[in-house]
Each structure stands twice: as C-alpha cells, then as structure tokens.
C-alpha cells in the first residue's frame, strides 16, 4: 500500500465531505480508531471533535491512559462517563447478537445521538475496516460497527452521516498507515481490542461482577504475554463453573479461558505455543483470582473457531 498516497486522498476526501460543517469520532485507543483520528484531525483540525466514551467494558485504567496518550500527541480527547447507560442495556441478556445489538444501539442512538446534538455534528468518522465489513456480511459475526453495509441508512436512524476512511483495508495495512503517520509505538503496535470490548469475552450476562472478573484475567494475560510477539492474546469468561478445592473447602468456581494466536490481517489465525512454564505461570496468576479455579488454554485456530467468543 503506498502510505501517502492513501493518507493524502483520505484527508481531501473527509475535507470535501464534511466541509464547513462539525464531525465527531470516538477513539478506543484501537489502531482502527486512532488512524481515523489521526486523519481527521489533520483533515478537519478544530471542526473534528474527538471523544472516549467510557462504557465500563473497557481494560484496566484504560479511558485514562487513551487520553493521555492522546495528549502527548496534541489531540484533545473528552472522556464521556457511559457506564450506567451500557450495563443497563446489557442487563439480562446472554445471547451474543442481542448483547451485540443493544451495544450497537447503546451507541449509535442513545450516547452518541446525544453527543451528536449537543456538538451540532453532522458527520461520525468511524473505524470500520474491511474485515469488519466481510465478517458480518458472511453472517459469521455482527460487528457493532457496520451499518450501512445491513441496510441501516445512519442518516436516518440516528441522524448524522457516516464516514469511513479506512474500510477498504484491513490490520496489517491499518498498523503500516499508524507508522507512516509517525504515531507512537504504543498505538501501532497495539494488539486489537473487539469494538463491544470486555462483552465480547463474557459468555452470558455482562454484569458489575464478571465484568471484574474478566479485566483482572485480561490484565494479567496482557502482562504475561506482552513480549509473546503473537498477533494477539486475550482472556475469556465462561457461564460455566466448576468444582474447585480452596482453604481445604469445596468451591463452585468460574472458568477462565486464555487465546494466544498468530495472523496478519485476522481472518485466519492459529494458535501460539506457548512455552509450558508460561502457561503454568498465566493459569496459576489467574486462579488467585478470586472466585475463579480454572484456567484453560484454547488450542482452536481460526476456523473452525473465530478470535473472540461472543
């Protein structure tokens, strides 16, 4: 892909689509979401307005860091307290559409119409990559993130238009894109995050409970396999328990799984071997978790599996 020559059509495309009108995007730290910022503040400047909306899915300390990261680079990102509006809207569900659908509308029609009109926006710049597009399009997974691919017109249902910079390509090309904008390291080579984020790696009911259960896992996986040099590592919660034995007393506990995988783009994948005192050193770190006695590890590449869970 030549970098400059993509990059300097966007930026005239997003500048003549928007015009003298107000954009607005939301940044999740992901390298899809920061090259698209990137982008549109270089297209846009002040007329662009970048937010973090913080729905409690997120990793460890993570709203934060994303805005101070951003900082450094001299993009002001608002931070937008969401929480209660999400696990309200999660609450009940198991089924992995449903969850899906109501984070989809949790965003697009609640939260960010809100946004939207209280910042006279009349355009989203959206991450969307072409992978997210092939996905939901073959009915393998809904991505949050494509609308009017499904016949959703974003003008009509939520009231701004839609724009999507990087849609024609996918992982490998997004991290190139990130380095030729000289954005930090940290940013390029971050591995993906899913867009429903921590509910996509709770099988069943996101609640308050498991949603800490799950970021304590992530947080410990990330650590462990930081310098695994694998495409990307994650931790899942299951809805299945287990009979465990702790302080001598049979204990009822929850299942974690962890996924390490090699890939360049993500639409195929297999899975790391890892070294076995590493993953003896994970599963020990993560049954001091509390309430949880079982780690597994999945040795199921991508197909017949996909990378995330739900």
Known sequence: MNCEKFTEGKIGEIKQTVGRE????????????????????????????????????????????????????????????????FLSALSGLTDPEQKRQAITDTFYSKVFGRLVKESGAKFLLHGTILTDIEETMAGIKRQH????????????????????????????DVRELTKFLEMPAEICER?????????????????EQRLKTVRT?????????????????????????????RDNKREFGQII?????????????TVTQLPWEKLNKISHRITQIDGVNRCLYDLTDKPPATIEYV
């Open 22 to 85: 107000k954009a607005i995007n939301a940044l999740s730290g992901g390298v899809d979401s920061s090259a698209v910022t990137v982008l549109g503040h270089r297209a846009l400047g002040d007329q662009l307005k970048t937010v973090f909306i913080d729905n409690d899915l997120m990793r460890k300390d993570e709203p934060e860091k994303v805005v101070e990261m951003f900082a450094r680079i001299g993009i002001s990102v608002e931070l937008v307290d969401a929480k209660e509006e």
């Open 145 to 172: 993130n494509i609308l009017a691919q499904l016949g959703i017109d974003p003008q009509q249902a939520y009231g701004y238009a839609v724009i999507e910079p990087l849609k024609t390509l996918r992982k490998d």
């Open 217 to 245: 896992a992530t947080d410990i996986v990330e650590e462990e396999l930081a310098d695994s040099g694998s495409f990307q590592y994650l931790a899942v919660l299951l809805n299945d328990c287990a009979t465990g034995i």
């Open 191 to 207: 591995i993906p995050f899913p867009g429903p984020a921590l509910a996509a790696r709770i099988v069943g009911e996101v609640t």
């Open 257 to 269: 799984v962890v996924r390490c995988i090699e890939s360049t783009d993500a639409r195929t994948a």
